[in-house]
């Protein structure tokens, strides 16, 4: 069992960055698979970032790639989420996930694939 709180969230203007932080309760981080997800108003959860437990292993939806970097530091049990050129399109609610895996380059990209979640952080980019 894993809890994960999310941080970092706030406003800023658009071409702006911003740096979200998932910390992760418990001795066993690294056996889990991380991921990143997004709600916006009125639009389904999507997938934003996932990092397997080999940090490599990474997967970008399209309409991040080249703006956002995933990645993760399991001497402190945290996943990041380096946010780069903010788009008004990128305003939502970012939520971590975690799933255990034993495989060292498995990750997730659906959100059904996930155990835990946070409890999200606002981000909302002003034009």
């Known amino acids: 069992q894993v809890q994960l709180v999310e941080s970092g969230g706030g406003t800023v203007q658009a071409g702006g960055s911003l740096r979200l932080s998932c910390a992760a309760s418990?001795?066993?981080?690294?056996?889990?698979?991380m991921g990143w997800f997004r709600r916006a108003p009125g639009k389904e959860r999507e997938i934003v970032a996932a990092i397997g437990r080999s940090l490599p292993s990474t997967y970008y939806a399209e309409s991040v790639k080249g703006r956002f970097s995933i990645s993760r530091d399991d001497a402190e049990n945290t996943v990041y989420l380096q946010m780069n050129s903010l788009k008004s399109e990128d305003t939502a609610v970012y939520y971590c996930?975690?799933?255990?895996?034993?495989?060292?380059?498995?990750?997730?990209?659906?959100?059904?694939?996930?155990?835990?979640w946070g409890q999200g952080t606002q981000v909302t980019v002003s034009s």
């Open positions: 996930a975690a799933r255990e895996t034993s495989g060292w380059y498995t990750y997730y990209t659906r959100g059904t694939n996930y155990n835990y």
């Open positions: 418990g001795r066993t981080f690294n056996n889990y698979a």
